[in-house]
């Protein structure tokens, strides 16, 4: 199974940015399509971005126009720019690959003044 390590999250004040970033284990990475979810406490797992091989992305539209996904298929790793972040943003994030059916741990973003 791929191993998925995602990194980058942290603790922002409203309108900063973050990028997170997501490290895949697999050489076929170029291949797959990503995914990246968050999960706010207490609420459900949300889909914000899909990122397929060719290019083409999908954006929920709670992120649309703030966030970026883009991938390095050289390094394994698919990236989250995040900019203009609010408190709604705040959750932890994961990368996934369905195809794979892997998940990383998730890296915790927290959007606070």
């Known amino acids: 199974q791929v191993q998925l390590v995602e990194s980058g999250g942290g603790l922002v004040q409203p309108g900063g940015s973050l990028r997170l970033s997501c490290a895949a284990s697999?050489?076929?990475?170029?291949?797959?399509?990503m995914i990246w979810y968050r999960q706010a406490p207490g609420k459900e797992r949300e889909r914000v971005t899909t990122m397929w091989p060719n290019g083409v992305t999908t954006y929920s539209d709670s992120v649309k126009g703030r966030f970026t996904v883009s991938r390095d298929n050289a390094k394994n790793t698919v990236y989250l720019q995040m900019n203009n972040l609010n408190t709604e943003d705040t959750g932890v994030y994961y990368c996934n690959i369905p195809a794979e059916n892997s998940w990383g741990q998730g890296t915790q973003v927290t959007v606070s003044s």
């Open positions: 697999s050489n076929a990475f170029s291949v797959y399509a």
